[in-house]
């Protein structure tokens, strides 16, 4: 955290399935592994966080993916 500005790596493991009905069988997939992701953004004063990451992972024919976030800091009043 850089007086508003922020840098964010992310590491971990990524589950994906998916369930679906074709030509009425059910039809079902699931697959692990290994996601990673760089980001950064800017933190605002006033509680708005604006960024962008781009996110993949190690999977085979894996396509990244550019993300855009905007969204808002608030507190639930816990100790500071």
């Known amino acids: 955290y850089f007086g508003g ?3 964010e790596p992310q590491a971990g493991y ?3 399935g998916s369930k679906f009905k074709f030509m009425g069988e059910d039809v ?3 697959s692990g592994s290994f996601g ?6 800017y933190a605002l004063p006033a509680g708005l966080d604006l960024g962008v990451s781009y996110r ?3 999977e085979s024919g894996a396509q990244g ?3 855009f976030r905007a969204a808002w800091n608030f507190s639930l009043g816990g100790s500071k």
């Open 5 to 7: 500005l922020f840098v």
């Open 14 to 16: 990524i589950s994906t």
């Open 28 to 30: 079902s997939g699931s």
């Open 36 to 41: 990673y992701a760089i980001g950064g953004g």
């Open 56 to 58: 993949n992972s190690a």
């Open 65 to 67: 993916a550019i993300v």
